[in-house]
């Protein structure tokens, strides 16, 4: 077996080169002359992730309240969980943007106009409506997802593994809003 080893490549690489690298515009933190990607553009389109990201955590908060101020428990636990998850990606996506060195942007007056999706309010009786909602926004992040995780390829393995926790996330919810909707469209008289 020994023998067998010994002909596997070797995984090798030149420390004094990757030190040299590293030493070069050390206030770039995570940023080093490896990435393949366009920093910039990556800092763009995590801007807009974490905008949509913002947005989708208070349409979900809004929505909670909404079904819970109904008495529908099953519809507010669905979203209650829901803006947990979304919480948690805005902070995986606030902090890779910081690593990028890039500026994190909450600002309420420009949230909405940078995010994917949209924001709607729904009285009480429309839980139908809220769910089908962000059923959609969900929906819709999942194929936005996909297409950062291809874009990313490589280039910035980072920001790519953050992408795919998101679209994991994004799945787990979509399938949890579907079935709670499911559930609601069988029993609604037509």
Known sequence: MAHDRDREPRFRFDTALF????LLDMLDGAVTS???ADVAAV???LDQLTATSALDLLRFEQHAATAAGAGRAEVYEVLRTAAEAERDALRLLARRCLELGGVLDLDPETVARRSVTTYRAYAMTEHIGLLRENLL????MIQVYL???RWLGDGDPTSRRVVEQLLESAEHTAT??????QRYEESRPY
Do not use: N, S
């Open 34 to 36: 490896a990435h393949a």
């Open 147 to 149: 297409e950062a995780v």
């Open 137 to 140: 926004a969900k929906r819709l």
């Open 176 to 181: 949890a809003l579907a079935t709670v909707l």
């Open 19 to 22: 030190r040299d690298r590293a």
């Open 43 to 45: 800092q763009t389109l």
